[in-house]
């Protein structure tokens, strides 16, 4: 397992991206809509790893939920695993709650899925699929 990225909630990607690439002076990557998951995303290379900025499509999104009751922030942390389903399917085994039972299309092409907070303290998780 490796460490992937951290993913904030924004409410504008145009809006936010200027001054997070100011503050770490790097560029981010064109806006990708993710249309299954209902956001927009951009990512900032930092060394290793990246940050994600989600923006939200639709109301329906999990991120227009998550705006409404906590503002912008951070949302979850990535880790890349070798394979997402199997990932999930050890933390069901243990008795820990899911969000995904199964990978689906994330953003950059990649498979994704996400553990519920209540698997690891409360903090969102999300597995990437390695390439
Ligand atoms: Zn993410």
Not at 21 to 40: C, D, F, I, K, T
Not at 66 to 95: C, D, K, N, Y
Not at 98 to 112: F, S
């Amino acid at each position: 397992m490796e460490f992937d990225h951290v993913g904030i909630a924004v409410r504008s990607i145009v809006a936010s991206l200027p001054k997070w690439e100011l503050a770490l002076g790097v560029r981010a990557s064109a806006p990708e809509e993710v249309a299954a998951q209902h956001v927009r995303v951009a990512f900032l290379e930092v060394g290793p790893t990246h940050l994600e900025l989600l923006e939200p499509t639709d109301p329906s999104s999990t991120i227009s939920r998550f705006l409404e009751t906590r503002g912008e922030g951070m949302h979850h942390i990535a880790f890349g695993v070798p394979s997402v389903s199997q990932q999930l399917a050890e933390i069901a085994q243990r008795g820990d709650r899911l969000i995904d039972r199964v990978g689906r299309p994330g953003a950059r092409g990649r498979t994704v899925g996400f553990a519920h907070p209540s698997a690891f303290g409360g903090v969102l998780v999300e597995f990437v699929e390695r390439r």
